[in-house]
């Protein structure tokens, strides 16, 4: 019987929902916790009343009784990057008009002073937590309830804002689609400032009473040292993820090898999604494994779309079809929907999954939905019942590691170079993170370029996934007659001067 008022956390009172380190939480404790923070963070009032309260947290039993108890206060969610800058830190916490901030006492240090210049209250988990739940507001699904980051077309990230409904519905679908059950075990070492680790692993497990195994970041041994022991029934990660655990079998020992893979066959679930499987991937994944992945679409605005079947044929290089109570549409050039199978178009969905709005931005909010239906900017393809995706309609979106990045956000850092005139990003082909990220740069006239030390200092601007990892220093960049850069032309140029 679900002992919580809360469907968000469904297991039985003395059931583990959390593992993190040697300390295990259960859902009794953590939704007491969630509770008492409630309180704290309402502090005598009846509502947040959709204040943005950010956090700063680890993957932690802090971050989930932070997150369901802002959630249960009526405010909105801000989960931040923990490997943020501060220059990024600086737009989220603007953008969002975030009123308070939760961070571990050791992050104090660091983000006080961009606390204290944006006159927000920096807090410690513990000092919000009521020693006593107190009566906690009604919340209606059409309220809004989290704000993520999301790169896209513009240089700064959007905050994309989901309300309970949306959550429910982008949790549920899953539930229901890949058979969870509170005997699921699953690891999570995914970032928990994206919807793929919050929703379709934390959420995902704590609405069905699962068990869920925090790591503070991937680290393949540690993982594969659990998998042997057959610690997990489900594991979901990014192709990124899939391709370093092949690479850290490979240097395994034969015997120890041979029981990880044992652990990965024995589950009853692998899921691979953000960006896409490639076929050899999942080749050589169901080869080692004897598992047969299961490719999934989605997108922070949206959770999930398309998923192959939990049962049934799941095909290599497809995302399969679309999940239930989601409603997709390719469209043509022509704004028309496409009829004909085989026909490539924009993905367009609809459905009680698909987010509210852009955070203070109902200009993007507008333009990136047509006749109600959201505009993906993913171009797809039917091909016998099973959705191929195709790539993005946008040559400046780039996906490394399963993150989203944009090319625009990462010249406008780079831009900031003394060295750098111009500056052009763009993603390359890699095997290892799907997409590596490029720069070309014109140097300033007088100034000294040097790459090492342009990545270098670019890591002060940007998280380690913004980073680009190769400089090329080219005289001028190619545009066309509207002086606009044609970066295809740096693609072709790439490949000509790698060859
Ligand atoms: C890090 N490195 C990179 C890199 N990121 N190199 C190239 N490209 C990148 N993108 C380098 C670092 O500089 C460092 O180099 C080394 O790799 C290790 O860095 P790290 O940060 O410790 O890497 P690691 O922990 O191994 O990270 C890899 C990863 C991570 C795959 C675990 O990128 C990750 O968690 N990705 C998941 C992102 C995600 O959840 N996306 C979902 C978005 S939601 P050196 O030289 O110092 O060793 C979404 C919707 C949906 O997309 O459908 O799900
Ligand atoms: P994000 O904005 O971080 O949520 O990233 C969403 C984007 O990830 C989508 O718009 C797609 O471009 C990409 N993506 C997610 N899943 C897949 C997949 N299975 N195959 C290809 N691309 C994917």
């Known amino acids: ?9 469904q297991g039985d009172n003395d059931r583990i929902a959390l593992i993190d380190g040697e300390r295990r939480v259960t859902y009794g404790a953590l939704s007491g916790l969630a509770d008492r923070l409630a309180t704290g963070l309402l502090d005598g009032m009846e509502d947040l009343a959709e204040e943005r309260i950010a956090f700063f947290l680890p993957a932690s039993p802090d971050y989930v009784a932070v997150m369901h108890g802002v959630w249960r206060a009526g405010g909105i969610a801000v989960p931040l990057n923990v490997g943020a800058t501060i220059a990024e830190l600086d737009h989220y916490l603007r953008c969002a008009r975030v009123t308070r901030l939760v961070a571990q006492a050791k992050h ?10 944006l006159g927000i209250r920096l807090l410690q988990p513990d000092e919000l937590m009521a020693d006593a739940a107190g009566v906690l507001p009604d919340i209606a699904d059409s309220r809004r309830a989290m704000m993520v980051f999301t790169s896209g077309t513009t240089s700064k ?12 519905a982008q949790i549920t679908v899953l539930l229901e689609a890949w058979g969870w059950s509170d005997s699921d075990r699953i690891p999570l070492f995914l970032p928990l400032h994206h919807v793929h680790g919050i929703i379709n692993v934390l959420s995902c497990a704590l609405w069905a009473g699962a068990t869920v195994h925090l790591f503070p970041r991937f680290d393949a041994a540690a993982i594969c040292n659990n998998v042997a022991a057959g610690d997990y029934s489900v594991f979901m990660a990014v192709p990124t993820i899939y ?12 015997a120890e090898a041979k029981r990880v893979c044992d652990g ?39 959770g999930m779309a398309l998923s192959n079947p939990y049962l049934g044929e799941r095909r290599a290089g497809h995302v399969g079809q679309p999940l239930p109570g989601v409603e997709v549409r390719l469209y043509g050039e022509d704004e028309q929907p496409i009829t004909e199978a085989g026909q490539p178009g924009e993905i367009r969905i609809k459905g009680p999954n698909v987010f509210l709005e852009y955070w203070d931005n109902a200009e993007a909010t507008v333009k990136s939905f047509r006749d109600g239906w959201f505009c993906t900017g993913d171009m797809a393809v039917v091909e016998e019942g099973s959705y191929r995706i195709m790539g993005r309609t946008s040559i400046d979106i780039i996906k490394s590691g399963g993150y989203k990045l944009s090319a625009l956000e990462i010249e406008a850092a ?5 060295a750098v005139a111009e500056v052009a990003v763009i993603g390359v082909e890699d095997a290892t993170w799907g997409e590596k ?3 070309f740069v014109v140097p300033r006239p007088g100034r000294k370029a040097d790459a090492e030390e342009i990545i270098d200092w670019s890591a002060g601007q940007l998280s380690i996934y913004k980073i680009p990892r190769l400089i090329h220093f080219v005289d001028s960049l190619p545009r066309n007659a509207m002086g606009k850069v044609t970066k295809p032309d740096l693609k072709a140029l790439l490949s000509t001067t790698s060859a």
């Open 414 to 418: 780079l831009l900031a170079h003394p």
């Open 243 to 254: 391709v370093k655990l092949l690479d850290h079998l490979e240097r395994l020992e034969g």
């Open 1 to 9: 019987m679900p002992t919580d008022r809360f469907p968000l956390l």
């Open 437 to 439: 990220i490029v720069a």
């Open 157 to 168: 990230p959007k905050g994309v804002v989901t309300t309970h409904g949306n959550i429910r």
């Open 108 to 117: 104090h240090a660091m983000l006080g002073a961009l606390c204290a210049q």
């Open 264 to 302: 990965f066959a024995a589950m009853r679930l692998n899921v691979s999604g953000s960006a896409a499987c490639p076929v050899p991937l999942f080749e050589q994944w169901q080869a080692r494994t004897g598992q047969i992945l299961l490719e999934r679409y989605g997108m922070t605005e949206i």
